[in-house]
Each structure stands twice: as structure tokens, then as C-alpha cells.
């Protein structure tokens, strides 16, 4: 999704929601179905709102491309008989 898109996208789903919540308050709608709404649908709808009437926080970098690369760069070294150790998590996926 494009930067530009992110508030225009959440303001869809939450338009659909109300459409939803709508649709559930229906009183030809039998008790049954009403009961199988997930709880919590008109609170995350409101979120939602509150999103779509605001800016988007910025998109915050994603680690993967370099836990790949360490992760490549450790298996290069074992190959090579190098010792690898890590500070923070264990290596299990080596």
C-alpha cells in the first residue's frame, strides 16, 4: 500500500463497517446471526474513524532485508569453520 493510499484505504473498511454495524442493528435480522458479530466490531469501527479523520503515522522500517543478510553472512561464516555467536537471541536458525 502507497503512503498516499494508507488514510483513503482505512476509511473504506470503515465506511464497510458501518455498513456492517448497519446491517447487524437490523430488526428483521434474527438473534442468532446478531450473536455470531464478533464483540468489539463498533469499537474498532470507531478506531477506524478516528484513523481515517487523521494523518497515518510513518511506515517505520522493517528489519527483515537485514536479519536476512546477518543471517546469510553467519551461515557463509560456519561454512567457512568462523565461530558466530550472538549477543542477543540464539542462533537456532542456523
Not at 473498511?13 to 437490523?26: F, G, I, M, P, S
Not at 428483521?28 to 497515518?56: I, T, W
Not at 546477518?70 to 542456523?94: F, I
Amino acid at each position: 500500500m502507497h503512503r498516499r493510499d494508507g488514510p483513503a484505504a482505512v476509511a473504506r473498511v470503515e465506511r464497510e463497517l458501518r455498513r456492517v454495524n448497519a446491517a447487524l442493528n437490523d430488526s428483521d435480522l434474527p438473534n442468532f446471526v446478531k450473536a455470531l458479530a464478533p464483540p468489539g466490531l463498533r469499537e474498532f469501527q470507531k478506531k477506524l474513524e478516528a484513523l481515517a479523520s487523521g494523518r497515518l503515522p510513518k511506515p517505520k522500517p522493517s528489519g527483515h532485508l537485514q536479519r536476512l543478510a546477518a543471517q546469510h553472512a553467519a551461515l557463509l561464516l560456519q561454512e567457512h569453520h568462523v565461530r558466530v555467536t550472538s549477543t542477543r537471541t540464539p542462533l537456532n536458525w542456523c
